[in-house]
């Protein structure tokens, strides 16, 4: 997470706002400063020193003049590329380039949205995201993936309290506000037009197509760090996200996947599991059904997530759980498992879910999981109404079953 390497047009314009306010207040404290060391040195008492005492004056019209003048073009100096940037952070550009319907070759697109940029619908809850597609269908939660130089409409709303998202090397921060609806844009690396400018580039033609398309690749299809920016409450500080960039044809499949959602173990279809498992679940074994089971019934999972697909898992207290197998990061971006590359490290990832299921109030504190009024995984309760944590068993099998939701 840095705001000095920028990578896009709303980081970058934030970052030359800060640089110039940098130099504008940096001149002021050369020139103070150095009025100040002269001043001390030159007007020190000395030993045997029989200077008069200075005259003790009161006021200099003609400084104090010049100071106020000289403060209100600063400021003004200030001011005006910073309202610039205000503007230019706020409204959405529309840019055809980023219009769905140029870039996007997936499926479920209405007609009515190809001359639209992609939004994403940001929900900040205590203490994670999640993010809804609405023109393509789907939800996810604490990594959103986004295509790489088009344009992304953002809504920010809040379930709770105030939260505020901050992805610092592509944009930040606008708060999301309980009761009302905050938008930003960003946008992960520029447009073929600003790139070209940058590079002194003219003209179209494939080759230069083909050259901006390895920039995206090289410098901007990457692996970003995002992180709630303002104060929420006892587990603000493990409250992040991700944002993974890529390439059009990549967003495609991602899109493609989250809307199939997941099928039950053993290649049944939902109708044939849920049979099985009314009648006589029983017959449900193996790691991953005994997970699917404890997940529906025993741990109550089913009640706080949804996972797409499955017909009775739709809960909506917790992250959407559609491919959760397939995420870096769990926790809001607070346990991570993945190596440099930014590949799954299973091993990690197991982990991290046994570890995550186990103590979701020690990696969290006051997580809304592990308390809820009851409905909390650290309260379940067995037949007579006593306390009956998840076995380490269980917790195993459950994690297998989160593994293979991908
Ligand atoms: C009372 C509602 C509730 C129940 C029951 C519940 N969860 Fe959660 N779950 C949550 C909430 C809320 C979060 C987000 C916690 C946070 O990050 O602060 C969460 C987060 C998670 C995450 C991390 C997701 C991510 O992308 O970061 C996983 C995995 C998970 N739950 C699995 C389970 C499993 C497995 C069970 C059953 C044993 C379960 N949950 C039961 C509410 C619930
Ligand atoms: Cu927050």
């Known amino acids: 997470m840095t705001t000095f390497v920028t990578k896009g047009p709303v980081a970058e314009a934030q970052y030359d706002l800060f640089m110039l306010t940098v130099w504008v207040t940096f001149g002021i404290f050369l020139l103070v400063g150095s009025v100040y060391i002269v001043a001390i040195i030159k007007f020190r008492e000395r030993p045997n020193d029989d200077r008069p005492m200075p005259s003790q004056g009161h006021g200099n019209p003609l400084v104090e003049i010049g100071l106020i003048g000289a403060s209100i073009l600063l400021l003004v100096v200030i001011a005006v590329p910073t309202l610039k940037a205000i503007w230019f952070t706020h409204d959405t550009p529309d840019d055809p380039e980023s219009y769905l319907g140029t870039w996007y070759s997936g499926e479920g697109l ?93 003209g179209e033609g494939p080759e230069l197509r083909e050259q901006y398309a390895t920039y995206l690749e090289e410098e901007i299809h990457d692996y970003y760090y995002g992180q709630c920016a303002e104060f929420c409450g006892e587990s603000h500080a493990r409250m992040l996200f991700r ?26 279809t939902w109708e044939e599991w849920y049979a099985v498992y009314d009648k006589n679940p029983d017959a449900l074994t193996g790691d991953l059904n005994e997970g699917l089971k404890i997940f529906m019934d025993r741990g109550k999972c089913a009640t706080c997530h949804v996972v797409k697909g499955n017909p009775r898992a739709l809960g909506v207290a917790g992250p959407n759980l559609t491919n959760v197998g397939s995420r870096l990061s769990i926790a809001a971006g607070w346990l991570n ?70």
């Open 110 to 202: 209405a007609e009515e949205e190809a001359e639209n940029p992609l939004i994403v619908k940001v929900i900040g809850y205590q203490w994670w995201w999640a993010f809804e597609y609405p023109q393509l269908g789907i939800t996810t939660a604490n990594e959103m993936v986004i295509p790489a130089g088009k344009v992304v409409h953002l809504e920010l709303r809040s379930v709770d309290v105030i939260h505020s998202f901050w992805l610092p090397r592509i944009a930040g921060k606008v708060d999301l506000i309980p009761g009302r609806t905050n938008s930003m844009w960003i946008q992960a690396g520029d447009n073929f037009a600003r790139w070209k400018e940058k590079q002194a580039l003219q």
């Open 243 to 268: 944002a993974t960039v890529v390439g059009d044809d990549a967003f495609a499949a991602w899109v493609a996947s989250e809307k199939e959602g997941h099928r039950p173990p053993d290649n049944k």
């Open 337 to 406: 498992h993945h190596t440099e590359e930014a590949v799954i490290d299973p091993e990690q990832q197991y982990e991290n879910f046994y570890k995550w299921i186990d103590q979701t109030n020690v990696v969290k504190p006051g997580n809304l999981m592990w308390k809820a009024n009851g409905g909390g995984i650290g309260e379940l309760t067995d037949e007579n109404g006593d306390l009956a944590l998840l076995t380490d068993d269980e917790i195993h099998k459950l994690s297998l079953y989160l593994q293979s939701l991908q």
